[in-house]
Each structure stands twice: as structure tokens, then as C-alpha cells.
């Protein structure tokens, strides 16, 4: 086998093994987002430390979980914005600290900030993906949904009705999202082998 055959056939199993790893990751992130769902449910409103600690976690894990994005995208040329969106998501983490001290309202206005912001990069990352490996409409829409969440959180951060519980909605939606994403990946890693 000649190095040009060998080249061109290690660029066509690229996205393959890209979509593989995206979808495992879209997985993980799955079963996070559902335990995460769960957890928060459970101590909202009984444990004021366990809900702090899962508040902060949460952004956390976006930054792992963005690192473990990187990984799997090692062939993309560009991974700017997966760097952008680990900074912001580890920000986000020391922020939600803080705010946490504050107050919820401060806190539901950190989250409204982040996930406007990361949903922008979720959106853009998606339209960009779909042409490579297919399977990024959930995430595009959940970028979208993600921007609309992220505006309601800082507008009703003071509504007194409005409280951690209102994140576990937006983090179930991810991970219904995450869970069509990685079907949609399996159907197009069999359309590309």
C-alpha cells in the first residue's frame, strides 16, 4: 500500500472514529445529566450543601466533559472553541462558588450567563460537525434551547418561585438532547462504513 492510499484511507476512517467518540462521550454525558437530575431533585429542597456542591459540580463536569470533547475531535483542525468553551465552563465553576455565598438569585444569574453563552458555542459546534460526521440536529437545537434557558434564568434569578430545581429541567433537556445525539451518531457511523 502506497503512503497516498494509506493517507486517503486514514482520513476516510476519520470521522468514523470521531463520530464513535462523540457518541460515547454523548452517552457519558447522558448518564451524568439524568444522575446529576436525579441528585438535585432529591436535595434541593432538603440539603442546602448537598445542592450547593451539585451546583458547583455542575459546570465542573462541562469542563471535563469538554476536555473529553477534544479528545475525541483529536483530528479537527480547530478545536478554538472547545478551548473557549473549557475556560468559560471553569470560570463558570469558581463564579457559581461565589454567587453560591450570595445568594440563589446570583447563582440562577451565573447559570443564565453560562448557558447563553456555552449554548452559542454548542450551536456553532453543531452546524459545524453535521457536515463531518452528521447526527448534531439534537445539539444544535439544544444550544438553541440552551440560549433561551439561559436568558430565563437571569430574568427570573428573583422570582421567588424560581429556585436549584429549575436547573435539574434544563439539565434533563441536555441530557435528552446528549441521548438523541448519540442515536443520530450510531445511524450515521453505519451510513459511513
Do not use: C
Not at 39 to 53: D, G, Q, R, W, Y
Not at 82 to 101: D, E, F
Amino acid at each position: 500500500m502506497t503512503s497516498t492510499t494509506y493517507s486517503s484511507v486514514t482520513k476516510e476512517a476519520q470521522p468514523i472514529e470521531t463520530a464513535r467518540a462523540l457518541r460515547k462521550l454523548y452517552f457519558i454525558r447522558t448518564i451524568f445529566s439524568v444522575t446529576w437530575v436525579i441528585l438535585v431533585s432529591l436535595f434541593a429542597k432538603t440539603s442546602v450543601e448537598i445542592a450547593s456542591i451539585l451546583l458547583i459540580i455542575y459546570p465542573a463536569w462541562d469542563l471535563i466533559g469538554t476536555f473529553m470533547d477534544i479528545r475525541a475531535n483529536q483530528s479537527s483542525s480547530s478545536k478554538t472553541m472547545l478551548y473557549i468553551n473549557a475556560g468559560i465552563s471553569a470560570v463558570t465553576t469558581v463564579a457559581v462558588g461565589l454567587a453560591l455565598q450570595k445568594g440563589i438569585p446570583e447563582t440562577l444569574q451565573v447559570f443564565g450567563v453560562w448557558a447563553i453563552v456555552t449554548g452559542l458555542i454548542q450551536l456553532v459546534l453543531g452546524l459545524r460537525r453535521r457536515k463531518v460526521v452528521g447526527g448534531q440536529w439534537p445539539m444544535i437545537i439544544s444550544g438553541g434551547q440552551s440560549m433561551l434557558a439561559g436568558v430565563s434564568f437571569i430574568l427570573l434569578a428573583h422570582d421567588p418561585k424560581t429556585g436549584i430545581a429549575n436547573l435539574a429541567g434544563y439539565s434533563a433537556f441536555g441530557a435528552f438532547y446528549y441521548l438523541l445525539s448519540a442515536i443520530r451518531l450510531s445511524r450515521s457511523i453505519n451510513q459511513m462504513s
